[in-house]
C-alpha cells in the first residue's frame, strides 16, 4: 500500500509537495478507509481536483515514474539520460530534483528517498520500520551519494545484505533496488513485484487519451492482447460495459497470425438487435465505450491483484454518473477485497459529494506558474465534515478553480 509521496523541482512543481494517504482517526469510519498491519489508516481512494494546467498531471506522475526508476531504470541502455523533467524556470531549473515513497510490504515500511537530474542519480537512500510487540524499529538498509572529487558514489550497504562487490556495478541511471533483483537479491525481488501491481495511463508525454489516437495505438494494442489472453478479467469487463448500459452485450477479440509475422487484431462490438447478436467495428463504437474498455483493463487488473491504479483525468469521454460507478468499485469491499487504491485526476466534479475532505487534493498553480497543492483537511476548521465539498468547490471557497 502507498503511504505518501513527495516530489520537489518536479515538471511544474517547484516547492516541496507531498500528497497523503494517511489518515488519523478522526476521519470517518467508513469503507473509503482501511486499516494496514502495521496499524496505519490509509484511504482507498485520492482525488485530485484543479483547473487546466494547473499540474495534476505532474502529480499523478511521480508514482509511475517512482516505478520505472525502481523497477525498469536497468533496462536503459547505461548511458541514456534519465526520462523526467525538472521545474522549467527561474533559478532553480537546473537544480536536482527530489522523490521520496513511503509504502507497505507484510507490515513493514519503506521510505525510499531520490535526489536526481537527467544524466544521474545523486542520491539513493531505503530505510524499513517494522513493528514487533509494538515497539517501532528503524533501519537504513543502504545509501549512495555521488562523490565529485573521485566520480564514483559512496555505497552503505547497513542492513541490505547485497552481494559482495555489489557496489561496482552501481550505474548512473538505474536505482540500486532494480539492479539488485536482477542478481536474485530477495527483498529488492519483493519490492520490485510491489511496484509492478502499479497500474496507470499516464507515462513521461502526458496521458494516453484517446485510445485510438496515433500516439495511442500501442498502448491500444497491449490492452487487446492482455484482454485476449485473460478470458476472465475480459468476461468481468464486458459485464460492466453491460451493466453501465452501453448497448453492447460484449466485445469479440479475434487474433490472426500473419505471414509476415505481425499480429492482426479484429475487435468488434457485439449488440442485441432484435434478439440477435450483431457485430459493429470497434472504430464505430463511441468514444466513451473505447475510453471504457480501456480502463476498465487497469481498473479490474489492480482490483484483483491488489495495489494502486494512477488514472489521469478518469472522466475523458465518460458521463460524472459513470465515473461515480468506476470510484464505488474501489469503496466497496466486495469488490475490492484487497484493499486496491485508487488516485485519480478528474474535471466531473461531482465525485466531491461522494468523498471525504481527506481525500480531495486540490492543486493550482501560483502567480508565478509553480504548482501549489494541499489536501482538504489541511485547510483547517473551515472545513467541516458536513460540508457540501461540490456546491463549496464550484463557488470557489476551497480555491483551485479557473480564473477566466
Given at each position: 500500500?502507498?503511504?505518501?509521496?513527495?516530489?520537489?523541482?518536479?515538471?511544474?512543481?517547484?516547492?516541496?509537495?507531498?500528497?497523503?494517504?494517511?489518515?488519523?482517526?478522526?476521519?470517518?469510519?467508513?469503507?473509503?478507509?482501511?486499516?494496514?498491519?502495521?496499524?496505519?489508516?490509509?484511504?482507498?481512494?485520492?482525488?485530485?481536483?484543479?483547473?487546466?494546467?494547473?499540474?495534476?498531471?505532474?502529480?499523478?506522475?511521480?508514482?509511475?515514474?517512482?516505478?520505472?526508476?525502481?523497477?525498469?531504470?536497468?533496462?536503459?541502455?547505461?548511458?541514456?539520460?534519465?526520462?523526467?523533467?525538472?521545474?522549467?524556470?527561474?533559478?532553480?531549473?537546473?537544480?536536482?530534483?527530489?522523490?521520496?515513497?513511503?509504502?507497505?510490504?507484510?507490515?513493514?515500511?519503506?521510505?525510499?528517498?531520490?535526489?536526481?537530474?537527467?544524466?544521474?542519480?545523486?542520491?539513493?537512500?531505503?530505510?524499513?520500520?517494522?513493528?514487533?510487540?509494538?515497539?517501532?524499529?528503524?533501519?537504513?538498509?543502504?545509501?549512495?551519494?555521488?562523490?565529485?572529487?573521485?566520480?564514483?558514489?559512496?555505497?552503505?550497504?547497513?542492513?541490505?545484505?547485497?552481494?559482495?562487490?555489489?557496489?561496482?556495478?552501481?550505474?548512473?541511471?538505474?536505482?540500486?533496488?532494480?539492479?539488485?533483483?536482477?542478481?536474485?537479491?530477495?527483498?529488492?525481488?519483493?519490492?520490485?513485484?510491489?511496484?509492478?501491481?502499479?497500474?496507470?495511463?499516464?507515462?513521461?508525454?502526458?496521458?494516453?487519451?484517446?485510445?485510438?489516437?496515433?500516439?495511442?495505438?500501442?498502448?491500444?494494442?497491449?490492452?487487446?492482447?492482455?484482454?485476449?489472453?485473460?478470458?476472465?478479467?475480459?468476461?468481468?469487463?464486458?459485464?460492466?460495459?453491460?451493466?453501465?448500459?452501453?448497448?453492447l452485450d460484449g466485445i469479440s477479440i479475434d487474433k490472426k497470425q500473419m505471414g509476415n509475422g505481425m499480429m492482426k487484431i479484429d475487435v468488434q462490438g457485439l449488440h442485441l438487435f432484435k434478439g440477435q447478436k450483431q457485430q459493429?467495428?470497434?472504430?464505430?463504437?463511441?468514444?466513451?465505450?473505447?475510453?471504457?474498455?480501456?480502463?476498465?483493463?487497469?481498473?479490474?487488473?489492480?482490483?484483483?491483484?491488489?495495489?494502486?491504479?494512477?488514472?489521469?483525468?478518469?472522466?475523458?469521454?465518460?458521463?460524472?454518473?459513470?465515473?461515480?460507478?468506476?470510484f464505488d468499485l474501489f469503496i466497496d469491499p466486495h469488490t475490492n477485497a484487497k484493499n486496491a487504491q485508487l488516485l485519480l485526476s478528474t474535471h466531473s466534479h461531482l465525485i466531491l459529494s461522494k468523498l471525504d475532505k481527506y481525500?480531495?487534493?486540490?492543486?493550482?498553480?501560483?502567480?508565478?506558474?509553480?504548482s501549489e497543492s494541499w489536501r482538504l483537511d489541511e485547510m483547517g476548521s473551515d472545513v467541516r465534515a458536513d460540508d457540501n465539498y461540490y456546491a463549496k468547490y464550484i463557488a470557489g471557497a476551497y480555491g483551485a478553480v479557473p480564473?477566466?
Amino acid at each position: 500500500m502507498i503511504h505518501s509521496l513527495s516530489c520537489k523541482n518536479f515538471y511544474s512543481f517547484g516547492e516541496l509537495t507531498t500528497l497523503d494517504f494517511t489518515i488519523n482517526d478522526n476521519a470517518p469510519k467508513n469503507n473509503g478507509y482501511f486499516t494496514t498491519g502495521s496499524g496505519t489508516r490509509l484511504s482507498k481512494v485520492e482525488a485530485v481536483i484543479g483547473p487546466n494546467a494547473s499540474g495534476k498531471t505532474n502529480l499523478l506522475r511521480v508514482l509511475p515514474f517512482l516505478k520505472w526508476l525502481i523497477v525498469d531504470s536497468f533496462n536503459m541502455n547505461p548511458e541514456a539520460p534519465i526520462l523526467v523533467q525538472s521545474f522549467a524556470f527561474g533559478p532553480d531549473k537546473d537544480k536536482p530534483i527530489e522523490l521520496s515513497v513511503e509504502f507497505e510490504i507484510n507490515d513493514k515500511i519503506y521510505e525510499y528517498d531520490f535526489i536526481l537530474n537527467k544524466q544521474k542519480i545523486i542520491s539513493e537512500k531505503l530505510e524499513s520500520t517494522s513493528f514487533v510487540k509494538e515497539k517501532k524499529a528503524t533501519k537504513k538498509l543502504f545509501s549512495r551519494t555521488w562523490n565529485e572529487t573521485s566520480a564514483r558514489y559512496d555505497f552503505k550497504d547497513t542492513n541490505f545484505d547485497l552481494p559482495k562487490g555489489f557496489e561496482t556495478a552501481l550505474r548512473l541511471n538505474a536505482g540500486v533496488v532494480g539492479s539488485a533483483a536482477r542478481l536474485n537479491h530477495s527483498e529488492s525481488k519483493e519490492i520490485i513485484s510491489f511496484w509492478q501491481m502499479l497500474e496507470t495511463n499516464t507515462v513521461e508525454g502526458g496521458s494516453l487519451r484517446d485510445p485510438l489516437s496515433q500516439a495511442s495505438v500501442p498502448h491500444w494494442f497491449e490492452v487487446l492482447m492482455y484482454y485476449s489472453d485473460n478470458d476472465v478479467l475480459k468476461k468481468e469487463a464486458e459485464k460492466l460495459l453491460s451493466r453501465f448500459d452501453l448497448g453492447l452485450d460484449g466485445i469479440s477479440i479475434d487474433k490472426k497470425q500473419m505471414g509476415n509475422g505481425m499480429m492482426k487484431i479484429d475487435v468488434q462490438g457485439l449488440h442485441l438487435f432484435k434478439g440477435q447478436k450483431q457485430q459493429l467495428p470497434i472504430q464505430y463504437e463511441s468514444a466513451g465505450t473505447k475510453q471504457l474498455f480501456i480502463l476498465l483493463k487497469t481498473i479490474l487488473k489492480v482490483l484483483g491483484q491488489g495495489g494502486i491504479a494512477v488514472l489521469d483525468e478518469i472522466d475523458i469521454n465518460l458521463h460524472p454518473e459513470m465515473v461515480l460507478a468506476l470510484f464505488d468499485l474501489f469503496i466497496d469491499p466486495h469488490t475490492n477485497a484487497k484493499n486496491a487504491q485508487l488516485l485519480l485526476s478528474t474535471h466531473s466534479h461531482l465525485i466531491l459529494s461522494k468523498l471525504d475532505k481527506y481525500q480531495i487534493i486540490l492543486v493550482e498553480k501560483n502567480e508565478d506558474g509553480v504548482s501549489e497543492s494541499w489536501r482538504l483537511d489541511e485547510m483547517g476548521s473551515d472545513v467541516r465534515a458536513d460540508d457540501n465539498y461540490y456546491a463549496k468547490y464550484i463557488a470557489g471557497a476551497y480555491g483551485a478553480v479557473p480564473k477566466i
